[in-house]
Structures are given as structure tokens and as C-alpha cells.
């Protein structure tokens, strides 16, 4: 079993023993209520004009490394993201490979005026409507865990709900279902998902398949300032950085040295 089925089959257990202490009527109920409060589609505005934006990663472990961060002040590493300049946060909620726990996403939501991307791996939609009643402005949606149906249904459910959703691709199979789902804003992760080796070659590669008024996001891999510049002249609308910044002894300082040549 590759490790996406793993994490997919994991997180389907864990969310049936969600559903058990809180149905999906409820979890509807405060989504819809959030909603309410929320500007609408904030993620995608965040990300969109003037240099390439950064989207910055809460994240405290992951499959590949281990554990990245043992002291993980997760609200001060929002912070520094939002003080240096960050579009947007990613936030990982995944509990078991990344050590992501749901209050963390819900407190820097309240603590920051940046949107944040829930970061988690969506198999329904009691999910997605989990994300807004937590806070986020964004969810994950990752091709190669979904069919067409679900994208679609996902998306949809997220749109009504002001809601962004980050549709995931790694190959160009999966761009074109993306669009096909109607994806606003495409990330294409430069990480193969099924045996977590990465080639920074995948974003540049696929970057003309995305129409220009498509938000394009390179998700992982991304080391430097050259990979930054070389993303740019690729016309790249964003990058999602974490295990760089999440290991940096000053995350602004890092971030700062990470745009170069940008703003």
C-alpha cells in the first residue's frame, strides 16, 4: 500500500469517530454560521497580484522526515509568517503521520488576519464543511485521493460555503481534472504523494496547462531563493513552503531571504 491509501484510509477511520461525537448536521450547521462571519473566497484574493505570494506551513511533523518541530509554538510561528509578510497560512490538522490536531487551526485562525488553508487529506464532505466551521479560509482538495465526482462535489460544497478550495495535482492527467472540476486555484505538489520523492521540475513543467486567470500554487521541495526566482519566471502565482521555514532558526529572516528579488 502506497502511503496516500494509508494516510486516506487512516483519516476515513478518524473521521467516522468524529462523526460519532458530532454529526454532520452540526458540523453543516457551524459551517454555514461561519460562513455568515467570514469574508467570502479570501484565500484567492490574498494570493492574487504583485510578486509571487508565499502561503507559510504550520506543521510539526510529516511521513517523510519525522518530527520536524518538538517545541512547536504554533501560534508564534503564525505570527512570524503574518509579520514577514505572508499571504496566506497552511495549517496541518492530519493527526497521526503530521501531528496536526484541529485546535491549532482554529486558534491561529482567531489569532491571525491572514487566511488560512486547512491542510489535511479530504475524503468527504463532512470535511470540507469541518475546515469553515474551524476557520480556515481554504481546504485541500488532492486529486490522486478523490474521483471526478467528489472533486466536483467537494469544490462545489466549498464555493457555497465562501470557502477556496487548493485543488491538488502531480501530473498532467490530474491538472486537466482539476480544471475539469472547475478549480480557481490549482497547486501542483512537486512531492509524489504515493512515494514522497520530490522533483521541483513538476511545477515548471506544468504551469502551462493552468489558464493565466487560474491561480497556480507550487506546493513542496522548495529550498531557496533560486528555486523562488525560477518559479517566478515560470509565471507561478504562489508557493506553499513549510519544512524550510518550520526548521529555520528566524522564520522572518528566512522568509525574507527566500523572496530575494521579489517585494
Given at each position: 500500500?502506497?502511503?496516500?491509501?494509508?494516510?486516506?484510509?487512516?483519516?476515513?477511520?478518524?473521521?467516522?469517530?468524529?462523526?460519532?461525537?458530532?454529526?454532520?448536521?452540526?458540523?453543516?450547521?457551524?459551517?454555514?454560521?461561519?460562513?455568515?462571519?467570514?469574508?467570502?473566497?479570501?484565500?484567492?484574493?490574498?494570493?492574487?497580484?504583485?510578486?509571487?505570494?508565499?502561503?507559510?506551513?504550520?506543521?510539526?511533523?510529516?511521513?517523510?522526515?519525522?518530527?520536524?518541530?518538538?517545541?512547536?509554538?504554533?501560534?508564534?510561528?503564525?505570527?512570524?509568517?503574518?509579520?514577514?509578510?505572508?499571504?496566506?497560512?497552511?495549517?496541518?490538522?492530519?493527526?497521526?503521520?503530521?501531528?496536526?490536531?484541529?485546535?491549532?487551526?482554529?486558534?491561529?485562525?482567531?489569532?491571525?488576519?491572514?487566511?488560512?488553508?486547512?491542510?489535511?487529506?479530504?475524503?468527504n464532505e463532512y470535511m470540507v464543511c469541518a475546515a469553515r466551521a474551524l476557520g480556515a479560509s481554504a481546504v485541500l482538495l488532492i486529486c490522486a485521493l478523490l474521483d471526478d465526482a467528489q472533486l466536483r462535489s467537494f469544490a462545489q460544497l466549498a464555493g457555497e460555503l465562501g470557502l477556496s478550495a487548493l485543488v491538488e495535482a502531480h501530473d498532467e492527467a490530474e491538472v486537466e481534472r482539476a480544471?475539469?472540476?472547475?478549480?480557481?486555484?490549482?497547486?501542483?505538489?512537486?512531492?509524489?504523494?504515493?512515494?514522497?520523492?520530490?522533483?521541483?521540475?513538476?511545477?515548471?513543467?506544468?504551469?502551462?496547462?493552468?489558464?493565466?486567470?487560474?491561480?497556480?500554487?507550487?506546493?513542496?521541495?522548495?529550498?531557496?531563493?533560486?528555486?523562488?526566482?525560477?518559479?517566478?519566471?515560470?509565471?507561478?502565482?504562489?508557493?506553499?513552503?513549510?519544512?524550510?521555514?518550520?526548521?529555520?532558526?528566524?522564520?522572518?529572516?528566512?522568509?525574507?531571504?527566500?523572496?530575494?528579488?521579489?517585494?
Amino acid at each position: 500500500m502506497n502511503i496516500l491509501a494509508e494516510i486516506a484510509g487512516r483519516t476515513k477511520l478518524r473521521v467516522a469517530e468524529e462523526k460519532a461525537r458530532l454529526p454532520l448536521s452540526e458540523v453543516k450547521r457551524r459551517a454555514e454560521a461561519a460562513a455568515k462571519e467570514c469574508e467570502p473566497f479570501a484565500f484567492e484574493r490574498a494570493l492574487k497580484g504583485g510578486d509571487i505570494s508565499f502561503i507559510c506551513e504550520v506543521k510539526r511533523a510529516s511521513p517523510s522526515k519525522g518530527l520536524i518541530a518538538a517545541d512547536f509554538p504554533y501560534l508564534d510561528i503564525a505570527r512570524d509568517y503574518q509579520a514577514a509578510g505572508a499571504a496566506a497560512v497552511s495549517c496541518l490538522t492530519e493527526p497521526y503521520w503530521f501531528k496536526g490536531e484541529d485546535r491549532y487551526l482554529s486558534e491561529i485562525a482567531a489569532e491571525i488576519s491572514i487566511p488560512v488553508l486547512r491542510k489535511d487529506f479530504v475524503v468527504n464532505e463532512y470535511m470540507v464543511c469541518a475546515a469553515r466551521a474551524l476557520g480556515a479560509s481554504a481546504v485541500l482538495l488532492i486529486c490522486a485521493l478523490l474521483d471526478d465526482a467528489q472533486l466536483r462535489s467537494f469544490a462545489q460544497l466549498a464555493g457555497e460555503l465562501g470557502l477556496s478550495a487548493l485543488v491538488e495535482a502531480h501530473d498532467e492527467a490530474e491538472v486537466e481534472r482539476a480544471l475539469l472540476a472547475g478549480a480557481r486555484v490549482v497547486g501542483v505538489n512537486n512531492r509524489d504523494l504515493r512515494s514522497f520523492q520530490v522533483d521541483m521540475e513538476v511545477s515548471c513543467r506544468l504551469r502551462s496547462l493552468v489558464p493565466p486567470e487560474i491561480l497556480f500554487v507550487s506546493e513542496s521541495g522548495i529550498e531557496s531563493a533560486g528555486d523562488i526566482e525560477r518559479l517566478r519566471r515560470h509565471g507561478v502565482d504562489a508557493v506553499l513552503i513549510g519544512e524550510k521555514l518550520m526548521r529555520a532558526a528566524d522564520r522572518r529572516a528566512m522568509l525574507a531571504e527566500l523572496r530575494g528579488g521579489g517585494q
